[in-house]
């Protein structure tokens, strides 16, 4: 008889590692609260890597890579387990733009710090910039783009993880628990994100909050960017990315205070919404068709806890800005972890990213 695994959080992190499990051998039950998966839900969907690169984030920015080059193999995977994967990417490319000379020299700055990294997002003109994303208004004033950089459908990437894992022998549950130990199963993966030390005492994860907007396209209105934009505009960030129906505008950042708080504020909203039709004005024709927010886990130093926190708890949280591109080489890690028990495992992630580390 196969071992049983429980898996907490229906997020796609918490999702791929049942999904890979199962397909081990596993014997997998998906505990997902949030059916919709929380934070999965209402992101971007960006596999950001020189989009998200910042200077002083070097270890974060060398784990998005290694899980950036996960991605052609878990689409095939998903693929192969016959799942339709269609809808999952959005854009193949990022443009990077800046709006006044301060927001320049801050956008120089992340691309000379990419350098060392071997990423080179090339300089563009307006021409260039305006045949990716003819929207683009007359504030921008650089643009880089950084080709192959693309973002999925955070949603219909859920989805389809979500049937891998059905196919694969998962079971999904809603019902509520209150401690691990409750739980019937021989080892237990903790994938709550923000909400991690409601199971695992001290777990060192903080949220912060963000608000992000969907709008969509009535017919009359300029057609969504063929790429994800991102821009730094007037001291702010703002990202605008494609969907087949529209965009998705993000996202505010601040800490959370109050995780139950999770309504969208007016002053995050309102600077979205300035910034993006600022950036593209033909946004203004289109609909707001949701106002969400969410919360990232973040950890003291950027990276997140993945490994063991005892003989039978595995943890996977605090992904922070980059769960959707980082989920795949998680749950890779994760994976690995449970299957080498007792052995050791080999990744060499594993020690860089030890829960325990901070103790
Ligand atoms: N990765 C984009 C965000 O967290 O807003």
């Given at each position: 008889m196969s071992a049983r695994l429980a898996v907490v959080g229906g997020g796609v992190i918490g999702s791929m590692?049942?999904?890979?499990?199962?397909?081990?051998?596993?014997?997998?039950?998906?505990?997902?609260?949030?059916i919709d998966g929380a934070g999965t839900s209402v992101a971007?969907?960006?596999?950001?890597?020189?989009?998200?690169?910042?200077?002083?984030?070097?270890?974060?920015?060398?784990?998005?890579?290694?899980?950036?080059?996960r991605w052609p193999a878990l689409l095939a995977d998903l693929e192969g387990s016959g799942?339709?994967?269609?809808?999952?990417?959005?854009?193949?490319?990022?443009?990077?733009?800046?709006a006044d000379s301060s927001d320049s020299g801050h956008l120089r700055a992340v691309i000379d710090h990419l350098a060392a990294f071997d990423m080179r997002p090339e300089p563009v003109d307006r021409n260039r910039m305006r045949s990716a994303a003819a929207m683009l208004g007359s504030g921008v004033r650089r643009g880089y783009l950084a080709s192959g950089e693309g973002a999925v459908d955070n949603r219909a990437l859920l989805a389809a993880v979500r049937c891998g894992a059905h196919s694969a022998g998962v079971t999904v549950t809603?019902?509520?628990f209150c401690r691990i130990d409750d739980l019937d199963?021989?080892?237990?993966?903790?994938?709550?994100g923000s909400w991690a030390p409601d199971l695992i005492e001290?777990?060192?994860?903080?949220?912060?909050?963000?608000?992000?907007l969907r709008l969509s396209r009535p017919p009359s209105a300029p057609p969504p960017p063929d790429v994800v934009v991102r821009a730094r505009w007037r001291g702010r960030s703002v990202y605008?990315?494609?969907?087949?129906?529209?965009?998705?505008?993000?996202?505010?950042?601040?800490?959370?205070?109050?995780?139950?708080?999770?309504?969208p504020r007016v002053g995050g909203v309102s600077d979205l919404l300035i910034d993006a039709t600022e950036l593209m004005p033909g946004l203004a024709e289109y609909r707001v068709a949701e106002i969400g927010s969410g919360l990232r886990p973040t950890t003291p130093d950027g990276l997140p806890l993945v490994g063991r926190c005892d003989d039978r708890t595995v943890v996977a949280v605090g992904h922070g800005r980059n769960g959707i591109l980082t989920a795949p080489l998680t749950a890779e890690?994760?994976?690995?972890?449970?299957?080498?028990?007792?052995?050791?495992p080999t990744s060499p992630w594993v020690a860089r990213l030890d829960p325990r580390r901070f103790a």
């Open positions: 590692i049942a999904w890979r499990a199962a397909r081990n051998g596993w014997r997998t039950t998906l505990h997902a609260p949030d971007g969907g960006m596999l950001g890597c020189a989009g998200e690169g910042r200077p002083g984030e070097d270890a974060l920015l060398e784990f998005a890579l290694a899980a950036r080059d799942v339709d994967t269609a809808d999952i990417m959005v854009a193949a490319d990022t443009l990077l733009v800046a809603t019902e509520k199963a021989d080892q237990v993966v903790v994938a709550t001290g777990a060192p994860v903080t949220a912060e909050k963000g608000e992000i605008v990315v494609p969907r087949r129906d529209g965009v998705v505008v993000g996202a505010t950042q601040y800490e959370a205070g109050d995780r139950a708080d999770t309504a890690i994760v994976v690995d972890l449970l299957d080498a028990a007792p052995s050791p």
